[in-house]
Each structure stands twice: as C-alpha cells, then as structure tokens.
C-alpha cells in the first residue's frame, strides 16, 4: 500500500508536467512569502493547552473538544477543502488507518473552514467514518493561528482549475488553514504538532499511531 507521502509525491508530478509554468512558479512564491512571514510560529505548541471548542459536524450535530478527549486522545486535522487535492489524499489516507487510530482509544475529527453542505460532500465523497467538522469563517482555526487569506493572485488561478473557494466557505471567504495536524492528550495538551505553510505538506498516518502508542 502506497503511504501518503508517495501519493502526494505522484500527485504533484501529475500536476508539475500538465500545469503551466508561470502557475506553478506563482503558486510556489506564494507559498514561500507565506513560510517567510513565520505563520508556524503562531500556532499551539508540544505541551500547552489546546484551545476547546464546539463545532458542527457534517450532519449539523455539535462536537466538542472535551467531550471527545472524555473517552481518550484525539486527533484533530486541518484541511482547506474538498476542492484541495492534497487533503483529498490526507483525508482518504488517515480513513485507511482509522481502525489503528481506534485500538489506541483515540478519536479522529477533520476541522475544515468549508459550510457543513460542504463537508457532508467531501464526507461521502472520500467514504469517510469519523466526524468532518465545520469551522465557519474559520473562527476556531484564527484562535490557534493557522490562517491566512489566499492572496487575489491565486484566487483567479484557482478559478481557472474550477475551484470557486467562495462556493465552499461563503461568500467574500478567502481564510484558509495551514496544513496542520495535532494530537491532543487525554488532558487537553498538545502531545504532538505538524504545521506546516506548504499546503502540499501532510503528517504520515504511521507517525501518528507512534505518538499515539507512545501516550499509551
């Protein structure tokens, strides 16, 4: 079985030989100006408290963070959208491993800055059986500070590959999340986090079962 590194490797060769150059060099600076201006540092660190919460899931139900942590660690992932490749592949790979996730009592939730209509789309789309939680506007993803707004270059280049963010998050919504994935011990720190500014950068689902079995 092909790990998630592998398919994101596969996928951005796909995309590097059928897109044109001067997108690809305007996607990669503005991945780099975003790395440079040190968003990551904003975020949770190792072994502070995570900031609760209480969102809805796709089907319109509200979860919280400490009723989840009630009955063990949770994992919690950031993603942008249905429309986002990379976190297609994420998402579809953290679902391979969910049965592993359960036998170490933890529980999976996605965050997403996408409209519960949305989520409940990409939930069926990727056959995924944990909770797809909607972040509107990204309130809760602005408290950790991951966000950032997709810059106006970008915006009319997503268009052009049929990608109409405002679709998915709302009218005038531009914030997205940074890739990020963190694991929350049962009392509410952060035993674990990947942030990263490159949106094609995701945590392996194997690295996540060690933290996990090391918590244990």
Not at 3 to 19: N, R
Not at 196 to 210: C, F, G, H, K, V
Request: charged fraction near 20%; hydrophobic fraction near 40%; glycine fraction near 6%.
């Amino acid at each position: 079985m092909m790990s998630l590194q592998e398919s994101i490797a596969d996928y951005k060769e796909a995309f590097k030989q059928k897109a044109p150059a001067n997108v690809q060099e305007l996607m990669k600076l503005a991945t780099q100006t975003l790395a440079d201006s040190g968003i990551e540092n904003n975020a949770p660190k190792v072994s502070e408290p995570l900031p609760a919460f209480s969102l809805p899931n796709q089907n319109g139900d509200d979860v919280s963070l400490n009723k989840l942590l009630e009955t063990g660690p949770v994992i919690i992932t950031f993603y942008r959208g249905g429309w986002c490749p990379y976190c297609n592949l994420e998402l579809q790979a953290y679902q391979k491993e969910l049965a592993n996730i359960k036998a170490q009592g933890a529980t999976l939730v996605a965050i997403t800055p996408e409209r519960p209509d949305s989520s409940l789309s990409t939930s069926e789309k990727n056959k995924l059986e944990f909770e797809v939680l909607s972040d509107v506007n990204s309130e809760y993803a602005k408290r950790l500070g991951l966000v950032f707004s997709l810059p106006e270059e970008l915006r009319s280049i997503y268009l052009s590959f049929g990608i109409n963010v405002e679709q998915h998050n709302g009218e005038g919504q531009f914030d997205l999340p940074l890739a990020a994935t963190f694991v929350v011990a049962k009392d509410g720190t952060v035993a674990s986090a990947f942030v990263d500014a490159d949106y094609t950068a995701r945590q392996e689902p194997s690295e996540l079962i060690n933290i996990l079995k090391a918590l244990n």
